[in-house]
């Protein structure tokens, strides 16, 4: 893909993550995912499972940022499209991991006809 931003359609295997909006960033041959969460529930996010990220450093957890609306953002690192991905989610008021499965689905990246290079 060609540098650039794209919207695109992130599942969740959970209700509770629900993730409303998502922009797909292509820089230099790799990506990142901006996500917005429905909610405020959770206050940093781990790549891979909740007990790899129990065992992480703080330096390894992905902050949330608050948008304009009060939404929380994260910024997230994207390895392949169409494959599940492990990623964990720090419960603010019960203060625990939570595993959740993201999938960053390429059927809903809207490709402009010179974003394929």
């Not at 909610?39 to 902050?63: C, H, N, Q, R, V």
Request: glycine content about 8%; aromatic content about 10%.
């Amino acid at each position: 893909m060609a540098d650039g931003t794209y919207p695109i359609t992130v599942d969740s295997s959970s209700n509770m993550f629900r993730i409303v909006d998502a922009q797909l960033i292509v820089e230099n041959g790799s990506m990142h995912c901006v996500m917005t969460l429905s909610g405020t529930g959770y206050g940093k996010l781990f790549m891979g499972t909740g007990d790899e990220a129990a065992a992480a450093s703080e330096a390894d957890f992905i902050p949330y940022v608050e948008n304009a609306e009060g939404k929380y953002t994260y910024d997230v690192p994207v390895d392949a499209l169409d494959e599940d991905t492990a990623c964990a989610a720090w419960s603010i008021r019960k203060e625990q991991w939570y595993d959740r499965t993201l999938v960053f689905e390429s059927a809903g990246v809207d490709l402009r006809a010179d974003a394929l290079k």
